[in-house]
């Protein structure tokens, strides 16, 4: 079981705590354990990024996190409330209302414009911004009636940063966010990630294969063989301007 962090801030209360938590698939006839006893915990405004090879247990556990699937053994708690506990209608309340969401992959629904996806989120959350406020956010002031087929790479995810923090959440999950991008591009949606981060205090957990990504973050979490290896917490944190790859 992996150790927790020594240098995390004892005086705060962790916005998540995770326990012990497993998580096993069954493959046909062979289980793969994606997760062998996770220890975690993180905290309000923190800005985390988890590095490591593919099939470590970084994006299971970013689901697990979102309530996108649940642990085999182990507990969750999302501030005092545990999410292990919770059934498909109470897990889907927490997704909507505290947990927004950004995947390599932008996920736009092609026939709509860049206002009316992020209106998708807005129009079911409880305290949403308005799309126009969302899309400025992100720098997409003048791109709101634009569909996504006229739109760059980058711009279509700075869409979907915007439809992710519209609803206002106090979780962002990103699952290699640059992936599909260039470095130049990658640079400007990382630079958005990063304000909503610092603007409006969300708690910001990246995953990335990308170790440069890691100089923006406080906290760096290292996963091998489906435990967190290594925990090292940033001196400073470097503006996305100021990396390359």
Not at 62 to 85: K, M
Not at 167 to 189: F, I, N, S, Y
């Amino acid at each position: 079981m992996a150790l927790l962090e020594q240098t995390t801030p004892t005086t705060a209360n962790p916005i998540f705590q995770a326990r012990g938590l497993t998580k096993v698939y069954q493959m046909g006839e062979v289980q793969v354990q994606a997760l062998r006893g996770v220890d975690l915990d993180l905290y309000q405004g923190e800005f985390v990024v988890l590095l490591g090879p593919s099939g470590s247990g970084k994006s299971t556990l970013l689901n697990i996190l979102g309530g996108l699937d649940t642990p085999t053994s182990g507990t969750v708690r999302y501030a005092d409330h545990d999410l292990t506990l919770d059934d498909d209608a109470l897990m889907t309340q927490y997704r909507r209302s505290h947990v927004g969401f950004v995947f390599q992959f932008y996920n736009l629904i092609p026939s709509l414009t860049a206002r009316e996806n992020v209106a998708l989120v807005t129009e079911i959350a409880e305290n949403p911004m308005t799309p126009e406020e969302a899309l400025a956010r992100v720098g997409l002031a003048d791109r709101m009636d634009h569909f996504p087929t006229q739109m760059s790479g980058g711009e279509q995810q700075r869409v979907a940063i915007a439809r992710a923090v519209a609803k206002r959440p106090q979780v962002l999950l990103c699952d290699e966010p640059t992936g599909a991008l260039d470095a130049q591009t990658g640079v400007l949606v990382l630079d958005v990630i990063a304000r909503v981060n610092q603007e409006l205090g969300t708690t910001t957990v990246v995953i990335t294969h990308n170790a440069v990504i890691a100089a923006m973050a406080d906290r760096v979490l290292h996963f091998g063989d489906g435990l967190v290896v290594r925990s090292a917490r940033n001196a400073h944190r470097v503006a996305a301007s100021e990396l390359s790859w």
